[in-house]
């Protein structure tokens, strides 16, 4: 009954096992048959010792990196929640007269999409709250994926070894707002139907190949009767098919180069500070998974979005009054309704520059944010790997840079509900829309120079506070009369992370000549990358850190001015910078 596991390990250990299940195994005793599994799957798949070398593996205990995984959860119940509809949903457009529970649509002309989205939140048995529930979770997923991309850009996270892996969140992104665009579309609602009369419009403003690209997507003549059917496969299949894959590549990546940590003692690019995979991080990962999902559920059952009901079904001409698209298309929105109408004609064609311009704009912006990391290594020169992050004030341009895309999406989305800020706030919508058309230039270039002059005064706080400490709020009187205040010295670990990040300096293309007199060539790329270089670690973008002379030398200041007795309650605990 006590059969022990055969002593060899690995593959050979694992035979052993497996020829001793009919009665005895590795030195005559029985083996276990949950033992026996174990050797048979480990001799076959190596689950021993992968198991063994990635179930210890260390993950900070950090809250911001909570905001990966609300991504990742929020994406496991789309997937749930999309499944359980898609058993419900009919993705066709053939028109049918609705006679069903909500009465004030009896009689109405609509489509089977329609019909059927119709259904599921009436007659199907929670299907309202699935809805509910897989709406929100679109709108926290791509919420998500966007404060986690910005905590990364921050924090310098996508450097060097790293950069293959913000292309997957980029992309996640991006196919992310896609994926929310064709699913609002589904229903075949009014609002949902302005959105796809939007996107055509858009689609048709591009020279020569935009009304073939048009009748090609819509079968046709605008909405066609395709239209539904073929987002319908691109939604459930195409799209969550190659997130999925983004997914899985993302999360290996992450457990290939180690997780990044914030800076402190001990925490070094080659080891990581914090809780083991098994069994700390598991129970927690898994306990924040219902809470996230517990949290959409309670949202999408007292939370009304999307009342397909209250719009009706799209009828080709009517427009919504106050048509909102969710959240993360205002920015794409916003471009288009503040952009005076320009038109030109060439050679027979209409070029519509006042949706054309806008709808370019809103790829090539994402798209700076796509090689950022690649932009960023080629002006710093830096080939190093990076696993500590960086502090924002530490380096002032990024988070500046970080700022003014934010404030930039942030007057875009004012521009994308124009209407809706108006009626509220009882505006003028003529001077909201100058107001945009202004702010799109200003805002950013002031978010930029405030942003940068807050690190700066940040950056020469904390070089005050590790040479002169911490203010304690005591007032003492010196033998000679004068009052000061008391400062208490910083503790080492606290020092180490004041003090600990580099200051790279700027790429310099050198003398003109050589030392034979010779004159250099230097190519404009040279001459680009040191200017890129001046403006992002310039002596205007960081401030000195303190040497451990000037340490010293205010220590010995202190303990000249009589804070020697002051500073012996934090002895133990202070060190050098």
Same mark, same amino acid.
């Given at each position: 009954?006590?059969? @022990? ?82 058993? !419900?949903?009919?993705?066709?457009? @053939? ?26 939140? =009436? ?6 709250? #699935? ?37 997957? +969140? ?10 929310? /665009?064709?699913?609002? &579309? ?42 539904? &059917?073929?987002?319908?496969? #691109? ?41 083991? =995979? ?57 471009? #288009? ?15 519509? /520059?006042?949706?054309?311009?806008? !709808? ?27 696993? /500590? ?83 304690? +709020? ?81 220590? @010995? ?7 020697? @007795? ?10 050098? &910078?």
């Amino acid at each position: 009954m006590g059969g @022990a596991r055969p002593e060899s390990g690995g593959a050979a250990g694992a035979e052993s096992g497996v020829e001793g299940r009919g009665g005895s195994g590795g030195r005559g005793g029985t083996v276990p048959r949950g033992e026996w599994l174990a050797d048979w799957a480990d001799g076959r798949l190596g689950l021993y010792g992968l198991a063994r070398a990635n179930m210890r593996k260390a993950f900070p205990d950090h809250p911001s990196f909570l905001l990966g995984e609300i991504c990742l959860y929020s994406f496991v119940v789309l997937i749930l929640t999309g499944v359980y509809l898609t058993l !419900f949903f009919e993705p066709s457009m @053939a028109e049918v007269v609705y006679d069903g529970s909500y009465e004030p649509l009896n009689g109405v002309l609509m489509t089977r999409a329609f019909e059927s989205t119709l259904d599921i939140s =009436f007659d199907v048995r929670g299907g309202l709250l #699935i809805r509910q529930i897989h709406h929100w979770a679109a709108l926290v997923f791509v919420t998500g994926m966007l404060v986690h991309m910005m905590r990364v850009f921050f924090t310098g996270a996508y450097r060097k070894p790293r950069e293959i892996n913000w292309l997957f +969140g980029w992309t996640l992104l991006f196919l992310g707002i896609i994926t929310g /665009l064709t699913g609002y &579309s589904l229903p075949d609602d009014m609002l949902s139907g302005t959105g796809v009369r939007f996107a055509q419009g858009a689609i048709l403003s591009i020279p020569i190949v935009g009304t073939y690209l048009s009748f090609f997507l819509f079968g046709g003549e605008f909405p066609g009767h395709d239209i539904i &059917s073929r987002f319908f496969p #691109i939604h459930v299949l195409l799209l969550p098919g190659i997130m999925l894959g983004l997914v899985a590549a993302h999360l290996i990546l992450i457990v290939h180069h180690k997780h990044t940590q914030y800076p402190g003692p001990g925490k070094k690019r080659e080891s990581v500070v914090g809780m083991p =995979f098994l069994p700390v991080y598991l129970a927690k990962a898994g306990g924040f998974f219902f809470l996230v999902f517990g949290v959409l559920t309670l949202m999408g059952g007292i939370a009304q979005i999307n009342p397909v009901w209250a719009f009706g079904p799209y009828r080709p001409d009517l427009v919504t009054t106050g048509a909102q698209p969710d959240w993360y298309l205002g920015f794409s929105e916003g471009l #288009i309704r503040v952009m005076p109408g320009w038109e030109i004609n060439l050679w027979g064609h209409t070029l519509v /520059l006042g949706v054309f311009i806008p !709808f370019s704009l809103f790829p090539l912006i994402l798209l700076a944010i796509g090689v950022h990391p690649f932009v960023e290594a080629w002006i710093t020169g830096d080939r190093r790997e990076h696993h /500590l992050l960086d502090r924002p004030r530490n380096a002032p341009v990024r988070t500046a840079l970080g700022a003014a895309w934010l404030t930039l999406y942030a007057v875009l989305l004012i521009g994308g509900g124009n209407d809706i800020v108006a009626t509220h706030l009882h505006l003028s919508i003529n001077s909201i829309t100058w107001f945009v058309r202004i702010a799109f230039f200003v805002a950013p270039v002031l978010a930029f120079y405030v942003t940068k002059r807050v690190c700066l005064a940040l950056q020469h706080r904390d070089r005050d506070k590790v040479l002169h400490g911490r203010e304690t +709020g005591t007032i003492t009187r010196l033998p000679h009369g004068e009052f000061i205040e008391v400062h208490e010295p910083l503790p080492r670990a606290e020092l180490y992370a004041l003090t600990q990040h580099e200051q790279p300096q700027p790429y310099e293309i050198g003398p003109p000549a050589d030392a034979g007199g010779v004159r250099r060539r230097v190519r404009v790329s040279q001459r680009v990358r040191a200017r890129l270089a001046r403006g992002m670690f310039g002596p205007d973008t960081q401030v000195p850190k303190p040497t451990p002379e000037e340490y010293a030398e205010q220590r @010995a200041a202190r303990a000249g001015h009589g804070e020697g @007795a002051a500073e012996v309650v934090g002895e133990r605990g202070s060190g050098g &910078s």
